[in-house]
Nanobody
Framework: QVQLVESGGGLVQAGGSLRLSCAAS????????MGWFRQAPGKEREFVAT????????YYGESVKGRFTISRDNAKNTVYLQMNSLKPEDTAVYYC????????????????WGQGTQVTVSS
């Protein structure tokens, strides 16, 4: 069992930056790939980024490539999402998730989810 708690969301102006954190419980954090997804009102959940258990492989959704960076610190059981050059269309609830395997961009591949943190980007 893995419990995930996101933090770092908030209100920011377009062009600004935010850093999301996701703290995980459990001693097996290092064995999970970790991902970030987001969901805006009235829209489907969207893949944002995934990092492998070792941190050696990174994957990004097309809409965030070059602006967002995912990283992890297995010693701290934490995964991060650095978001730069934010746009109003990045406004959504951001979810952290843990996966034991499967397609890195599919929500159904992730076994555990956090409660989400709201990110709002004003124009």
């Amino acid at each position: 069992q893995v419990q995930l708690v996101e933090s770092g969301g908030g209100l920011v102006q377009a062009g600004g930056s935010l850093r999301l954190s996701c703290a995980a419980s459990g001693r097996t954090f290092g064995s999970y790939a970790m991902g970030w997804f987001r969901q805006a009102p009235g829209k489907e959940r969207e893949f944002v980024a995934t990092i492998s258990w070792s941190g050696s492989r990174l994957y990004y959704g097309e809409s965030v490539k070059g602006r967002f960076t995912i990283s992890r610190d297995n010693a701290k059981n934490t995964v991060y999402l650095q978001m730069n050059s934010l746009k109003p269309e990045d406004t959504a609830v951001y979810y952290c998730a843990a996966s034991r395997g499967g397609s890195y961009y599919l929500a159904r591949s992730f076994d555990y989810w956090g409660q989400g943190t709201q990110v709002t980007v004003s124009s």
